[in-house]
């Protein structure tokens, strides 16, 4: 089983910047894509980053040019760096993992446990 932790997240004005960090630990045999969401109070968990074991990325439209998504293969750890940060970023970030136990089974997936990131205006 591959767990998810996740850590970086605070209080921070707007304009301001963090760095989300997810470390992946257990044994899989691969780590596929990995991505980061987020849930504001009331809304719905929406996709704000993705990138694959290649290192391409994808992005939500809304945060296109102030987040980059990274990943370092080696310590299973995958990034997001939030610049010119907005309130309505305001939420709870969770990581998420596409792994492989063994070469011949399905994938899986986890999820970290959130970290909140707030944005004071």
């Known amino acids: 089983q591959v767990q998810l932790v996740e850590s970086g997240g605070g209080l921070v004005q707007a304009g301001g910047s963090l760095r989300l960090s997810c470390a992946a630990s257990?044994?899989?045999?691969?780590?596929?894509?990995m991505a980061w969401y987020r849930q504001a109070p009331g809304k719905e968990r929406e996709l704000v980053a993705t990138i694959t074991s290649g290192g391409r990325t994808n992005y939500v439209d809304s945060v296109k040019g102030r987040f980059t998504i990274s990943r370092d293969n080696a310590k299973n750890t995958v990034y997001l760096q939030m610049s010119s940060l907005k309130p309505e970023d305001t939420a709870v970030y969770y990581c998420?993992?596409?792994?492989?136990?063994?070469?011949?089974?399905?994938?899986?997936?986890?999820w970290g446990q959130g970290t909140q990131v707030t944005v004071s205006s």
């Open positions: 257990g044994s899989p045999v691969r780590i596929n894509a």
């Open positions: 998420n993992a596409d792994w492989f136990p063994n070469p011949f089974s399905s994938s899986r997936v986890s």
